[in-house]
């Protein structure tokens, strides 16, 4: 199983379908699984439920992904690692390789803001520099996390073939 991480606006989704493509490995997105389950959309659980059952929820969907370990791409949320001991548990689960798709800063507020309005965490900020502030801070403190997948992607300034092509060479 291979599974992305990174910052929302990293590329994980898109790359993940690209790559499993390539690979003809199904592909599945760790919050599809998660609305799935819980019969609500990301946003829904976020503002009926609130961010901590999201995790909560979130942790189950992964630990049961990672229980039945097959040749598959994965595409995590932005926070995913970050919370309950779950960069730990992909680490640690066999046959998993973590992929972190490292994106500067810049290109993700570029990447994000247009489509700021369908991401709970930043729906409600009003300019591009308060979501800027948010992002930078959210990047020192997830950081640390990410940094422990076991490969890094520069997934900046290249196209999403160019990043499948750096993962198949990487991998296989």
Not at 26 to 45: F, M, N, R
Not at 98 to 120: M, Q
Not at 144 to 165: C, F, G, L, N, W
Request: charged share 25%; proline share 5%; net charge neutral.
């Amino acid at each position: 199983m291979i599974v992305l991480l990174g910052y929302m606006g990293s590329g994980k989704s898109l790359i993940g379908k690209k790559l499993a493509e390539v690979l003809q490995w199904p592909y599945a997105d760790l919050d599809t699984l998660i609305a799935q389950v819980a019969g609500q959309s990301i946003p829904e659980i976020f503002r009926e439920k609130g961010e901590i059952k999201f995790r909560i929820i979130e942790s189950e969907v992964l630990q049961k992904e990672l229980k039945q370990p097959k040749n598959q791409v994965l595409a995590l949320g932005g926070g995913t690692p970050c919370y309950a001991g779950n960069m730990d548990k992909l680490l640690e689960a066999p046959e998993v390789t973590t992929i972190y798709l490292k994106t500067d800063l810049d290109v993700l507020v570029s990447r994000l803001w247009p489509e700021r309005v369908l991401r709970p965490l930043i729906a409600h900020l009003n300019s591009q520099e308060d979501l800027k502030d948010f992002v930078r801070k959210h990047l020192f403190d997830r950081s640390p996390y990410y940094m422990q997948a076991q490969h890094r992607i520069d997934s900046s300034e290249k196209t999403p073939q160019q990043i499948v092509a750096e993962i198949v060479a990487l991998l296989f």
